[in-house]
């Protein structure tokens, strides 16, 4: 999802702010603090401020220490102690454009509406930057391009926590929706992922925890910290169980229920080597909105994580067609440019290719 980093550690993202621990020679992209708490974010002087209009260089107010902590928290703006300082300097100009550009803002170094809806968003908890991160493109790698690495054909294991779970969905709905994130992922990498009963051996072990969990990445409540996950090989994925989840949004009517396989698709994502991505569309972009459902694999998504494990040769026809959003592999592969559409034929040949098969079948 990019500051100070404890070893070992990556968090994960989504859309209302932001989103993990991985084992040997692996960095950490969570912040050690927790700064910029729930209340702090979604208190009433920091969403009601009028930012475009009163706020400008120079001006000293409490709100824009609030919003240094979340440069901060994020890896935009390298304070000692954000806590302190309320001042709009140049350094905080600076971290503006560079979020602006980072989220693909107008970059404008200003607080305007945009980027002020932009930080009041749920997202990920992992930092948007971090030293040495591998960047190609707009795709991101962990440091050290960690990866999985097993004797092929690899297979990962999944399991659910026993202990950590939430009772307003049935276990086959969550069950369901986690095996079609797996799918979209296993599409497209030499990698397949199948659940397990031993939740102490599986590779991958999920759960929902609430606040402190134990992992120094505390969670915050509703519509703050939606989930994170580690880098390559921990296999933590953590959702926080404050949140309203969602894995029908015409049977859930809470205006802030959080689509639960678009977090899913994101957090294995960080899970298979994969940092965030300035791509909106991709499901690597680090936050999602409310009712917001974006689980298709952008091709920015599928580049970064082929270049990790190379390509998918069997296409999983059955896969698709037993997923709801089967049609073109759950991929967005339209890019907004020509840049690298060379590099991107197999690709739009592979959905070719699937479009006939689905027509022939159908």
């Known amino acids: ?127 948007d930057f971090a030293p040495g991160k591998h960047v190609t493109r707009r795709y991101v790698h962990f440091p050290g391009k960690p990866r999985w690495t097993r004797h092929k054909p690899i297979v990962l294991t999944y399991a659910f926590s026993p202990d950590h779970f939430i009772d307003y969905l049935t276990s086959n709905d969550v069950r369901h929706v986690f095996q079609r994130a797996f799918a979209r992922w296993a599409a497209v990498i030499p990698v397949s992922f199948r659940e397990a009963n031993d939740y102490g051996f ?84 680090p936050s999602l909105k409310p009712r917001e459902k974006r689980a298709d694999l952008n091709i920015d998504d599928i580049e970064g994580v082929q270049a990790l494990y190379g390509s998918n040769h069997k296409l999983r026809f059955g896969a698709l067609l037993r997923s709801e959003t089967s049609v073109s592999l759950g991929v967005t592969l339209l890019r907004t440019s020509w840049i690298g559409f060379t590099s991107s034929l197999p690709l739009l040949f592979m959905q070719l290719c699937i479009n006939c098969f689905l027509l022939f079948v159908l």
């Open 1 to 127: 999802m990019f500051l100070t980093f404890a070893s070992h550690s990556s968090l994960l993202f989504l859309i209302s702010l932001p989103l993990c621990i991985s084992i040997e020679m692996t960095h950490s992209f969570a912040p050690s603090t927790s700064w910029l708490n729930s209340v702090e974010r979604n208190d009433i002087t920091f969403k009601g401020l009028d930012i475009e209009r009163d706020v400008d260089r120079g001006l000293n107010t409490c709100s824009i220490a609030k919003i240094k902590r979340y440069l901060h928290y994020f890896g935009y703006l390298p304070l000692q102690n954000p806590s302190s300082d309320g001042r709009f300097n140049s350094e905080f100009e600076l971290a503006t454009v560079s979020y602006q550009s980072k989220l693909g803002l107008s970059i404008t170094g200003k607080l305007d509406i945009k980027t002020m809806n932009q930080i009041l968003e749920p997202r990920c908890g992992v930092s």
């Open 202 to 285: 599986a590779d991958i072990k999920i759960g929902f925890y609430s606040g402190d969990h134990g992992d120094g990445q505390p969670f915050d409540g509703v519509l703050g910290i939606l989930a994170h996950s580690f880098s390559p090989e921990s296999g933590r994925l953590h959702l926080d169980a404050a949140e309203r989840w969602a894995v029908d949004f015409g049977s859930e009517q809470s205006k802030v229920a959080v689509d639960l396989e678009s977090v899913a698709v994101h957090e294995i994502g960080h899970l298979l080597g994969l940092a965030h991505s300035s791509v909106k569309d991709a499901v690597m972009y």
